[in-house]
């Protein structure tokens, strides 16, 4: 299975997987790109992959549906606003795609019916939409702090090695946060440097493994000390919440570099 970027807008990925001439898309937000590819590389589109209902995330699958009959997979408690869904899932099926299994996962917080695929293997292969971003999480547009929470350390139980192939490219963004709450954490440093040289090279900060994100991203590290005190100092000079992961979503909402 060979996993290629193809960006699209400012700063989304339409991840492509291929095998043996077959493709799938994960969130196709633009047909053009993902069509100029899929001509380019001589691959059959064989399915569409979905993670939620925002637009920069399924605004292409209309157009891609005209030149390709194949099935659009995606979360069964989104399937009225996306429309084109041909395969509604829910926590716990699975989808056999190019020789590869996908275990459904809900993983609300960022839109309620927000689900993730995961294939088990060496490494595993994780595409998780707008829920986890390399250093950071999504924002909070229906769901609770809780549920995100709750999500994300679902996400976070998966093996290290699992790679993780976000649908944004906010990674340095996200690093210039967590930097300002762990400014004394060396993998984050050392991190920030790797990934401001590939940037400076136009390549993806993505994918990203389960064990970086956990020595880096602060959104799963709001049990550390460090970080558990930085949020306590974040919250009591502007008046809470209490729960220290809404405390940590509610500092990043705000901050400006
Ligand atoms: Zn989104
Ligand atoms: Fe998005």
Same mark, same amino acid.
């Given at each position: 299975?060979?996993?290629? +970027? ?30 100029? $590819?899929?001509? /380019?590389?001589?691959? $059959? ?21 005209? #030149? ?11 399937? #009225? ?11 716990? #099926? ?46 909070? *547009? ?14 976070? %139980?998966?093996?290290?090695?699992? $790679? ?22 060396? +993998? ?30 602060? *959104?799963?590290?709001?049990? /550390? ?31 400006? %570099?």
């Amino acid at each position: 299975m060979q996993i290629d +970027a193809i960006p699209a807008f400012t700063d989304n990925y339409i991840w492509l997987l291929s095998h043996d001439g077959d493709a799938i898309v994960v969130d196709p937000g633009d047909a053009t790109p993902v069509e100029r $590819r899929l001509r /380019e590389r001589g691959l $059959r589109l064989r399915a569409v992959l979905v993670t939620h209902h925002h637009p920069d995330h399924v605004g292409g699958i209309d157009h891609l549906l005209q #030149d390709h009959r194949v099935p659009v997979y995606g979360p069964a408690a989104e399937a #009225d606003r996306i429309g084109s869904i041909s395969d509604p899932l829910q926590d716990g #099926d699975r989808v056999d795609l190019l020789g590869a299994s996908f275990e459904v996962l809900a993983v609300p917080g960022h839109t309620l019916g927000h689900i993730a695929y995961y294939a088990p293997g060496e490494p595993g292969l994780l595409f998780c939409g707008d829920t986890l971003f390399s250093a950071g999480c999504g924002r909070l *547009f229906e769901g609770t702090p809780q549920q995100m929470h709750a999500s994300l350390d679902r996400l976070a %139980g998966l093996p290290p090695d699992t $790679r993780v192939y976000c649908t944004h490219e906010y990674t340095l963004s996200n690093l210039a946060f967590a930097r300002a709450v762990e400014p004394g954490n060396r +993998a984050l440093a050392q991190h920030l440097e790797h990934v401001e040289s590939l940037r400076a090279q136009q390549r993806p900060s993505l994918p990203s493994t389960l064990q970086l994100e956990r020595e880096i991203n602060p *959104f799963l590290r709001v049990q /550390e000390p460090m970080v558990a005190a930085a949020v306590r100092r974040w919250a009591d000079a502007h008046g809470g919440p209490d729960d220290p992961f809404a405390a940590l979503r509610r500092w990043k909402d705000g901050f400006r %570099g």
